[in-house]
């Protein structure tokens, strides 16, 4: 069973930087494709970016894109998360997650849930105004 820690969250003013790590124990990430997704007060757990595991294809939710970039390296079995640009309803928990799902199922559903088997705990992030 592979583990997940987050860190990198804390408060920021908008307009400002974060950077999210993701480190993974229990097995190589390199087999894995990974995500983040986040989830504000009250709503949803809703996808953020997502990278394959070979190939290393992004995805990025409408609302980042141009302003968070997903990364990895698999060398330190970690997974990234730079934000900039951040606005007030960005503030949320951040989680990572990992799933080993064949591409052929995952490609189409990058963006669910429920593709993704192994969750961290997640980081806090506010953007205040």
């Known amino acids: 069973q592979v583990q997940l820690v987050e860190s990198g969250g804390g408060l920021v003013q908008a307009g400002g930087s974060l950077s999210l790590s993701c480190a993974v124990s229990?097995?190589?990430?390199?087999?894995?494709?990974m995500a983040w997704f986040r989830q504000a007060p009250g709503k949803e757990r809703e996808f953020v970016a997502a990278?394959?595991?070979?190939?290393?294809?992004?995805y990025q939710a409408d609302f980042v894109k141009g302003r968070f970039t997903i990364s990895r390296d698999n060398a330190k079995n970690t997974l990234y998360l730079q934000m900039n640009s951040l606005k007030p309803e960005d503030t949320a928990v951040y989680y990572c997650?990992?799933?080993?799902?064949?591409?052929?199922?995952?490609?189409?559903?990058?963006?669910?849930?429920?593709?993704?088997?192994?969750w961290g705990q997640g980081t806090q992030i506010t953007v205040s105004s």
């Open positions: 997650a990992t799933t080993s799902t064949p591409v052929s199922l995952y490609l189409p559903n990058v963006r669910m849930r429920k593709m993704y088997n192994s």
């Open positions: 229990g097995d190589t990430v390199s087999a894995y494709h």
């Open positions: 990278i394959t595991s070979n190939e290393g294809i992004t």
